[in-house]
């Protein structure tokens, strides 16, 4: 009973507080500085491209994956060809697709992985990794990372891109 009344009390401070004022009410219309007569913006000879041409990719045969225990803080790097499947600790890790930027594209790779941990039923992650930006769609596990470092045609082309990393 005492936990709904703290409740209750903190919410009817929160309405006795005074309100806050923005920025936009509390400076004067006049307070900025007019430009000068005269002065005009620079404008562009021709017009921006409304399309971009398409992006291409190239499928891989086989991708380099990188794995983090949080715990230990032991990183292991590891290949794994398309439609394969890999234990890493307790991570069943299934590479669905590979792919990498065509010529002249610009250096990237990204993977199609399902990612389960063999205590659960479903898996943990579904979808496709971007070895330039782990974050945008990472595995969210207490325990592992799991992330892309490249994706190539041969076993020979993964262990050179992973030099670089």
Not at 91 to 108: M, N, S, V, Y
Request: with cysteine.
């Amino acid at each position: 009973m005492s936990r709904h009344l703290a409740v209750a009390a903190t919410a009817l401070a929160c309405l006795a507080l005074p309100p806050v004022l923005t920025a936009a009410q509390t400076i004067p219309p006049d307070h900025f500085k007019k430009a000068p007569e005269g002065i005009t913006l620079p404008v562009l000879e021709r017009e921006l491209p409304t399309e971009r041409p398409p992006v291409t990719s190239v499928p891989g045969r086989q991708a380099r994956l990188r794995g983090l225990d949080k715990m230990t803080g032991q990183i292991s790097t590891f290949d794994l060809a398309v439609g394969e499947s890999m234990r890493y600790e307790r991570l069943e890790i299934t590479l669905k697709a590979c792919r990498h930027p065509g010529p002249g594209e610009g250096e990237d790779a990204f993977a199609y992985l399902v990612i389960r941990d063999v205590r659960h039923d479903g898996p943990d992650f579904a979808g496709w990794m971007f070895a330039s930006s782990p974050a945008l769609s990472a595995l969210d596990h207490p325990r592992y990372d799991v992330w892309v470092l490249s994706c190539s045609t041969s076993s020979d082309d993964a262990v050179a891109d992973s030099d670089q990393n």
